[in-house]
Nanobody, 115 residues
Framework: QVQLVESGGGLVRAGGSLRLSCVTS????????MGWYRQVPGKARELVARVTTGGSPYYSDFAEGRFTISRDKARNTLYLEMDSLKSEDTAAYYCNTAPHISYLWGRGTQVTVSS
């Protein structure tokens, strides 16, 4: 059974950086696209960025130019480098396939950006 475990979140000041990691176990997701998503309480989960099996990245408008998604297939790890963080980036961040598969949602990692 595939499991996704996110880490790397924390408290950071506005303008700072964080690097999120997502480790996959129990299966090979290298054959699928992968994505980072985020959710604020009371709002729908939204796509932050995704990367294709070939490594091509796509970003939501709010992430373009500030966030970088990458994957290390050999380590079964997906990354999200976040720079120039803003208070509105505060959310729980999750990884999943792209398009997502509902039963793969993990616990996420909380990112809090103080202004």
């Amino acid at each position: 059974q595939v499991q996704l475990v996110e880490s790397g979140g924390g408290l950071v000041r506005a303008g700072g950086s964080l690097r999120l990691s997502c480790v996959t176990s129990g299966g090979d997701v290298a054959i699928t696209g992968m994505g980072w998503y985020r959710q604020v309480p009371g709002k729908a989960r939204e796509l932050v960025a995704r990367v294709t099996t070939g490594g091509s990245p796509y970003y939501s408008d709010f992430a373009e130019g500030r966030f970088t998604i990458s994957r290390d297939k050999a380590r079964n790890t997906l990354y999200l480098e976040m720079d120039s963080l803003k208070s509105e980036d505060t959310a729980a961040y999750y990884c999943n396939t792209a398009p997502h598969i509902s039963y793969l949602w993990g616990r996420g990692t909380q990112v809090t950006v103080s202004s």
